[in-house]
């Protein structure tokens, strides 16, 4: 059966010829996208290559900045060396013990006398205590001994008076018993005569017998007397003996305490002058030991310090530079540390002796001043000047060093082309003197540019250039 007319109209045409075809426009805005992407990719490189081809290749390099210590050389003779101390002193006991105490660090400051350190000291303590209770013991005795000798003395005194008044009285009893002896034998030839009565002469008798008894009176009290003072004066050389030993038994005492404090003294370890610490080699509980030697656990010192009021330059000065350095001539010392700070000094001493196997000289250089940057053992570079020289101190700067090569000549001027991203813009500089293949910039540049080393005679300030790297 034949289809109908209406639905062959109904039916999709699927035939190539049918599909509906796009626009040429389309086709374009791809390849457009496509391009435009391709440029922005590899725009830098093409323009790499661009440049390349068409800029001039120059080779920069750096400006060259030396510290004025190195390039110190040029002054005058100069040498290496190190901040040191002149006074300078390794703190030990004067004998070996242990640490007790330690009372400083690295960089305490300490005066003469102060206490750094103290060994194990129960020992001397215990003597010291020991000599002054004998000291002590001894000077009471003498004390007591002395009142004993003054009292004796007082006593020796008045027992002499007394021998002297009993002798006195002796004498007068002797006196009157001869009176009476020579009254008496008057009186008895009176009365054989006739003259007197026996009355008178018995009271002749009664008298002479009465000036016996206070005779032998006398007598007797001054043998007491005699006795008395003579058992006053052995006990006064008694005391004196006594008292001697114990004043001899208080200068030993007090023999005996000085050697004790003595010892006592040797367990402090104290500064020999003012100073700074600026080591500690020994902590508490350690041995320490003057005499410490490689094999020993002990330690040789509990710290050292210098005095910074003594800090100087050392040198070593080659032989070769020694006709250069003379006593009291002027130095300038730069530290390594402060290059741009140098100080002023002279020249304080010359070793009578070389080095040979260094062959150089040491020379000690007095700094003119002082300050806290100072540092034993800091590095230095020391150079010797003239008088001249020194007289023309002046406001330190950094040397500036570029290539000869760099330098372009216009008339009286100088110039260097300075390098600024991918161009050059030519710079005037003032010279200065010639080390070698450089020369020293005075001015014109501050030393963080980058110049052409060897320009082009065709090259032209402001032209854009390509840095050889």
């Known amino acids: 059966m034949s289809e109908t007319p209406d639905l062959h109209s109904l039916r999709i045409d699927r035939t190539p010829s049918a599909r509906k075809r796009p626009g040429p426009w389309r086709g374009r805005i791809v390849w457009l996208v496509v391009l435009v992407v391709a440029g922005w990719l590899f725009q830098r490189p093409v323009m790499n290559l661009v440049d390349r081809i068409r800029l001039v290749e120059v080779e920069v390099t750096s400006v060259v900045r030396r510290s004025p210590s190195q390039d110190a050389g040029s002054e005058g003779a100069a040498a290496n060396g190190y901040v040191v101390a002149r006074k300078r002193a390794a703190l030990s006991a004067d004998r070996p013990g242990r640490l007790v105490e330690v009372n400083v660090v690295e960089g305490s400051r300490v005066k003469e006398g102060d206490v750094v350190a103290r060994i194990d000291h129960e020992e001397q303590d215990a003597a010291v205590g020991r000599s002054r209770a004998d000291l002590e013991v001894a000077r009471r005795g003498a004390e007591r001994v002395a009142a004993t000798t003054a009292r004796a003395l007082a006593d020796e005194g008045r027992l002499s008076a007394s021998v002297e008044s009993t002798a006195a009285q002796l004498d007068e009893a002797q006196a009157q018993l001869d009176f009476a002896r020579e009254a008496e034998v008057r009186y008895e030839e009176l009365l054989r005569q006739g003259i007197v009565q026996v009355e008178r002469r018995d009271e002749a008798v009664r008298d002479r017998r009465a000036a016996e008894a206070r005779t032998q009176s006398a007598v007797a009290l001054l043998a007491s007397a005699r006795s008395t003072l003579e058992v006053a004066l052995a006990d006064i050389e008694v005391a004196r003996r006594t008292q001697a ?44 030991s003057p005499n410490s030697q490689g094999g020993s656990n002990a330690r040789g010192s509990v710290a050292t310090m210098v005095d910074f009021a003594s800090l100087e330059a050392q040198a070593e000065v080659p032989e070769t530079s020694l006709a250069a350095v003379r006593l009291g001539a002027p130095a300038r010392i730069y530290l390594d540390a402060f290059p741009g700070a140098p100080y002023t000094g002279r020249i304080d001493r010359i070793w009578p002796a070389a080095d040979r196997q260094k062959a150089t000289v040491e020379v000690r250089v007095a700094f003119d001043q002082l300050d806290e940057r100072l540092r034993p053992q800091m590095g230095c570079r020391v150079v010797f000047l003239s008088e001249g020289a020194a007289a023309q101190d002046g406001p330190v700067k950094l040397v500036l060093l570029v290539p000869a090569t760099a330098l372009i000549k216009q008339g009286q001027a100088n110039s260097v082309f300075v390098v600024e991203r991918d161009r050059v813009r030519l710079q005037e500089v003032g010279l200065g003197a010639t080390r070698g293949n450089r020369v020293i910039i005075e001015s014109g540049l501050t030393g963080e540019e980058e110049i052409v080393v060897t320009p082009p005679l065709e090259m032209e300030d402001g032209q854009r250039v390509r840095v050889a790297r």
């Open 245 to 288: 030993e114990f004043e001899a038994r208080a200068h030993s005492s007090e023999s005996e305490l000085t050697q004790a404090l003595a010892a006592l003294e040797k367990t402090f370890v104290r500064a020999p002058f003012d100073g700074v610490v600026v080591s500690k080699e020994a902590e508490v509980g350690e041995v320490v």
